[in-house]
């Protein structure tokens, strides 16, 4: 059974993701998480902030996993890499061009203007490219693993930006097979 908190959070991470942090309300969030009022504000007092932070710890926390879960399923890194960026791909276009990058919103929004949501975009950012760059180093030297990995972030979250404007899943398409090359080489 979900709990009132949880579906706040789970509400606050589609919206954001769809939304982004400016465009996504608290009465919103209430509204379509079926939770009382008075529940936001008991379980997140320090507001829209701290949800958001919550909320997108819950959201980078369930794509690491992801991340990690789809690694392990293929020893070759140049595969597995490939095949979880076609995933994203197939994921972005089955939402119909409105998701795929979690965070990439409200880094993108709140960078400038909130340290403390650019502090956990960041971390985030960090344990996602940890876990391309442990994978890597089966084949790979730790300084290049940790190069490559920080590359493979940044072509996937600019993949997903291209991805939703152009309504196609042929960037991160391109990109996928562009780092299967890198990495196997």
Not at 91 to 112: C, D, F, Q
Not at 160 to 167: A, N
Request: proline share 3%; glycine share 8%.
């Amino acid at each position: 059974m979900t709990t009132s908190r949880e579906q706040i959070i789970e509400k606050t991470c589609e919206l954001l993701e769809i939304q982004g942090y400016h465009g996504t309300g608290l009465n919103q969030i209430v509204k379509e998480s079926g939770s009382p009022k008075g529940s936001l504000y008991y379980y997140f007092p320090g507001g829209k902030e701290e949800l958001a932070v919550e909320a997108i710890q819950q959201a980078g926390t369930m794509v690491l996993k992801r991340i990690r879960h789809n690694l392990s399923l293929v020893d070759d890194p140049a595969i597995a890499i490939r095949e979880f960026i076609m995933n994203i791909a197939i994921n972005v276009e089955r939402s119909g061009y409105a998701k795929g990058g979690p965070i990439t919103t409200i880094a993108l929004e709140t960078a400038s203007s909130s340290e403390q949501l650019r502090a956990v975009c960041d971390q985030i950012y960090q344990d996602w490219q940890k876990a391309f760059s442990e994978k890597l180093q089966t084949v790979h030297l730790p300084e290049r693993a940790a190069s490559m990995s920080t590359l493979i972030i940044a072509a996937i979250e600019g993949g997903v930006i291209l991805c939703r404007t152009s309504k196609s899943r042929n960037p991160l398409e391109r990109i996928a097979e562009e780092i299967y090359f890198l990495v196997g080489s």
